[in-house]
């Protein structure tokens, strides 16, 4: 896909290595037992996708819908549960995979829920993270990439819904940016 507003920050073979890295990583760190990821809809499902085909070992997936952005790019505060899990998790070990994270609302709100319903563990793995803009602490184990304050699509991450299927990731430059 060429856009003149799309620049390359991580191309797909970064990506990728990445990514096996990560699921050799998180395959070591849970050698036995049941590993339960939960993927956070829409944005993180291509990378989960991906992270489970990386891992060395049996990994049961579900998935949850959350809300915070509509089309805008700034986190409103206001989080809903738009799908929640099929699966009990109490007494699992549980792996919540997310596209990125930013302000840090969305997985702090995530995380309380989910730690109510007593997993035996519970950790995150994000794809992106960027730091400079959290406003909640969020313990994040497994990240895949820090990147500067600046807005990023594809592999999975939207502008207004646009853009995910991109095989790299790219900011969108501040020109058609800039009216959210
Ligand atoms: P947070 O609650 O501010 O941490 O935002 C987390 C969610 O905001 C992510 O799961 C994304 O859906 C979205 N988001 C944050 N930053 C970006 C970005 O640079 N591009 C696309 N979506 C983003
Ligand atoms: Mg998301």
């Keep these: ?7 390359v920050l991580i191309p797909a073979q ?21 590993l339960q ?12 996708t991906d992270l489970a085909r990386a891992m060395k ?8 819908g959350i809300s915070t952005y509509g089309g805008r790019k700034t986190s409103s505060g206001a989080v809903r549960v738009t799908k929640d899990l099929d699966i009990s998790l109490e007494g699992v070990d549980v792996l919540v995979v997310e596209d990125i994270v930013d302000s840090g609302i969305t997985l702090s709100y995530l995380m309380r829920i989910l730690e109510q319903r007593k997993p035996r563990s519970l950790r995150v793995a994000a794809l992106l993270d960027k730091p400079e803009r959290r406003q909640r602490p969020v313990p994040v184990t497994y990240v895949g990439f820090q990147i500067p304050d600046q807005f990023v699509v594809g592999f999975g991450l939207d ?10 990731i790219c900011v969108l430059e501040a020109e058609s940016a800039a009216s959210a």
């Design 14 to 34: 970064r990506i990728q290595e990445r990514i096996r890295e990560m699921g050799e990583q998180i395959s070591r760190d849970y050698p036995t037992g049941d």
């Design 159 to 168: 502008y207004a819904e646009r853009y995910r299927n991109l095989d790299d």
């Design 37 to 48: 990821f939960i993927c956070i809809l829409k944005g993180a499902c291509f990378f989960l």
């Design 57 to 64: 070992r049996d990994v049961f997936v579900d998935f949850m």
């Design 1 to 7: 896909m060429i856009d003149p507003k799309l620049r």
